[in-house]
């Protein structure tokens, strides 16, 4: 499991832009702390990964395979190993925030998902960015993780870290020479210490 690490937040000095910095960082560990204790965390997550959820949720009923292909590798990596797991009358027990839930919880997305300490966001309105630094030597890997700032916080954009994951999962995956099904079947049944089967390709009967 991955480990998160706490955030040490500087003294800064108290002005309005360092104030928010300040608010981005706390919501974060927020969200972090909700990850991996309660294995929650979606009152964290901003409304536009709120409809992500929800889309994500029926196409693990509905999308058939030719069209599941079509997504990224996480994108596929969830829903197929949610259908290896889950009946349909389970996933249709499911709402937005259950399913959110699930999937935090299930060790699929944990496999992928490797933020444990961001640097300085840089504030723009109700927006802020941050890099995320390596799991490894705390610098900057390249990629970057946006909050939106909403009635009740700064909510992480979760949707953008998936299309953020699949990018780098498409890369790795070209370098191993292996084609994303063989990716795929072979995360699924690692993680959750089942064999994929074809039946979790195609949406359910």
């Known amino acids: 499991m991955i480990s998160f690490l706490c955030i040490t937040i500087s003294c800064f000095a108290q002005s309005d ?12 560990l927020h969200y972090n702390s ?3 204790k309660e294995k929650k965390g979606y009152h964290y997550i901003d409304e536009g990964s709120k409809r992500f959820i929800d889309t994500l949720l029926q196409q693990v009923l509905t999308l058939p395979k030719n069209k599941l292909m079509q997504l990224g590798p996480c994108n596929q990596l969830l829903i ?20 959110f839930n699930y999937l935090t919880s299930n060790g699929i997305l944990e496999s992928v998902f490797p933020i444990s300490k961001i640097g300085d966001p840089a504030i723009n309105s109700t927006e802020a960015k941050a890099p995320i630094l390596s799991l490894f030597d705390e610098m900057p890997n390249g990629n ?8 009740d916080g700064w909510k992480l954009d979760f ?15 070209k370098a191993r020479d292996k084609t ?16 994929v089967t074809a039946a979790a390709w195609e949406p359910y009967k």
């Open 144 to 151: 970057f993780i946006t909050f939106y700032k909403e009635s």
């Open 17 to 28: 832009e360092a104030i928010t910095v300040k608010k981005v960082y706390e919501d974060f």
């Open 159 to 173: 949707a953008g870290v998936i299309n953020d994951i699949n990018k780098d999962l498409t890369n790795e995956i």
């Open 80 to 99: 197929v190993g949610t259908r290896n797991l889950r009946t349909k009358k389970q996933v249709q027990d499911f709402d937005g925030e259950k399913f």
């Open 34 to 36: 909700a990850f991996v």
């Open 180 to 195: 994303i099904t063989e990716f795929v079947n072979l995360v699924v049944s690692r993680r959750t210490f089942k064999k």
